[in-house]
């Protein structure tokens, strides 16, 4: 496992650090609203693998000590806190680290798909909404909210685990399960449920938009049929059209982020209602060992989504390996650029 977690950890780092400066450079290039919450997404992604580091860091720490020890070392009140205790802290310390970027993450895709969703279904009170003050707010109210519900179990000592502490460090191992999932999977269906609403919508109105692009186009190819007014109140009705339906067509990466997203965490949140009311199933070890390690790889998921299916985010990742290639090339000796 703790391989399993330091490789994990050291390709969502990599792979959202590289996709991350192509998102800072559009940005600063544009400096589009929609461009800071992606930028955003790729920030809680990398905080993901670095708290995934230290569960790592944990895992190789109790290997050394079990094999360097070989026999079980008797705690006495007076030697001071006692290293099962220290363990324990320092685990959920880790583990509502690493649940409270996990949930920035979420609530950033959110973030991205209620800013899509204003653009197409209200374009002129998304242009008013849309500013800088109001983008620090709702970015500033994704990490409270996702440090609070994090670190809940650290500051309510009612949602920690009360058996013994084994030295593994796990998420069901420092937290009372039943409570957690109760907790976190109030936040997940909603979530879900809104995600569902707002694509059903913009399907509908990506569908009505189409056939009026259609009839606006028929209307426009018939000029004896119209008048010069009536040509130019088409044309900028179509102008309109094609910008909301550019707002569509961007809207296909977010789809397969939220894909990726249900993918990846719906066998987690659903294997544990399961948990929940089926206490004999004994699922535990495959929450811990599989499904939330499936629903991790959702932060590596997501830069590379962006990095294949957006044009922008392609041609900006293109530019900097020709630069750095170029660069590499002009300090290289005569013979290697004449190869």
Sequence with gaps: MGFVLTISALLIVSTNLLVGTALLKLLLKRGCQSWCFVLNLALADTL?????????TEDFN???????????VIYSPTNGTPPALQGKTRCLLRMSFLTSTC??????????SLDRYMAIKMPLRYSLMSGKWKTTGSLLAVWISSFTMGFLPVMVPQLQATAPYDGFCAFF??????????LYCLLFFPVLSLFIYMYLDILKIA?????????IRQTSSRPEESSHGQSQYHHHHQHQLLRSWSHVKALRTV???IGCFLVLWSPFFVVCIVHLLCRECALKEVLENYLWLLGLFNSLINPLVYACWQ?????????????????????APPSVMER
């Design 62 to 72: 109790n290997k050394f000590i079990q094999q360097r020890n070989g026999y079980i």
């Design 311 to 331: 044009r922008e985010v392609r041609l900006q990742l293109s530019d900097m390996f020709s630069c750095i290639t170029n660069r590499l090339l002009s300090a």
């Design 48 to 56: 993901v693998g670095v708290a995934i580091t230290g569960l790592a």
């Design 173 to 182: 191992n420092v937290t009372h399960d039943i409570a957690i999932i109760v």
């Design 103 to 112: 949930m920035a993450s979420i609530l950033t895709m959110f973030l991205i």
């Design 255 to 257: 789809g397969v982020l």
């Design 207 to 215: 569908c009505i938009h189409h056939k009026q692009i259609s009839q």
